[in-house]
């Protein structure tokens, strides 16, 4: 009878350390509130190498000087009440404007540290925004585009009726960014919106949490059901009820669809779904050897002409008009 007691205690003591972990991972992936991981994890999680002392110097100096570059700050109300915040890099006489959205539990002025400079010095204004659950930005979760796919859209008409009147307007995005980005050409972006940058993206919200749980060495079929369940008691979401794959099947606009070879956090044979199922005009740039989100570091030349090629294939009907 003792012994009957000790197992069962023991399978309770299991059951609720597994209960601790699932919560735990599930808050990470969703809620700005979660206690933050050592680096070193969070690049396991991410499938990233360390930088060393000096790579990781460089990296905060260019977010810094992006980040004094960018001093416009504009606060806009979203379409639910919430609070967002973008910085904006302006140009003179610019023929275009990109509003970029960065990654998950990662920063606008780091992600796009060396990206929006060349931008900038090729005729192009950046507007560079902070997802819900990040930065100065309201909410506290994020929910991996089923909000934010709204939010962009609100982004594209206040930056056609205040900072770019008649100019072409294009979003890019970056891992969940990417995904938020892709799902919101069927959130009704302004007419002035030519096209979408897709960088590191996964076709849903699953596909990136299956590679993350996947990166600490566990099977995530046994794993990520849980936190799913989790997700939707938590945020009232079904992770799956809209998603990138649906959004490619009603989407009207060209996309640029950009991917690294060793990026194990958003797979690449999810992209290669996502523009094998794209019906409109298509682009593609593969990086060899680049991870989640570093093409344009690894390659930055090709990854900088790939960008230049779709604006102008984008705005050669207005070219040719004028």
Not at 62 to 73: D, G, N, P, Y
Not at 162 to 187: F, N, Q
Not at 224 to 231: C, G, S, T, V
Not at 278 to 283: E, L
Request: glycine share 6%; charged share 25%; with cysteine.
């Amino acid at each position: 009878m003792t012994a009957l007691i000790i197992v069962l205690a023991i399978i309770v003591i299991c059951l609720i350390l597994f209960g601790l972990v699932i919560d735990w991972m599930t808050r990470y992936a969703y809620d700005r509130k979660s206690p933050k991981l050592p680096k070193f994890l969070v690049n396991t999680l991410m499938g990233h190498s360390l930088a060393d002392d000096e790579e990781r110097k460089r990296i905060r100096g260019q977010a810094v000087e992006l980040k004094e570059r960018a001093s416009q700050k504009i606060i806009m109300t979203s379409y639910d009440g919430t609070k967002m915040a973008g910085h904006f890099l302006p140009c003179e006489n610019a023929k275009r404007l990109v509003i970029a959205v960065h990654g998950w539990r990662s920063g606008w002025n780091y992600d796009y540290r060396t990206l929006a400079p060349f931008l900038h010095d090729h005729e192009t204004a950046v507007l560079m925004i902070e997802l819900r659950g990040h930065g100065e930005s309201g909410d506290r979760y994020l929910y991996y585009g089923k909000k934010e796919r709204f939010d962009i859209a609100e982004w594209t008409k206040l930056a056609a009726a205040e900072l770019a009147k008649d100019l072409p307007i294009y979003v890019i995005g970056m891992s969940a960014g990417a995904l938020s980005t892709l799902m919101s050409t069927t959130a009704g972006l302004h007419e002035n919106t030519k096209g979408v940058i897709v960088d590191s993206c996964a076709g849903s919200a699953r596909a990136l949490g299956m590679s993350v749980v996947k990166n600490l060495g566990v099977n995530p079929r046994l794993i990520y059901p849980f936190i799913r369940f989790d997700a939707r008691l938590r945020l009232g979401m079904d992770d799956n009820a809209y998603t990138g794959f649906d959004a490619i099947q009603e989407n009207q606009l060209p996309i640029l669809f950009i991917h690294g070879t060793k990026d194990r956090v958003a797979d690449i044979h999810s992209m290669q779904k996502l523009y094998d199922n794209c019906k409109t005009a298509k682009f593609q740039l593969i990086v060899e050897g680049a991870d989640h989100t570093k093409s344009c570091f690894v390659d930055p030349e090709r990854y900088q002409n790939a960008l230049l090629d779709f604006f102008s294939f984008c705005e050669k009907d207005a070219t040719n008009a004028s």
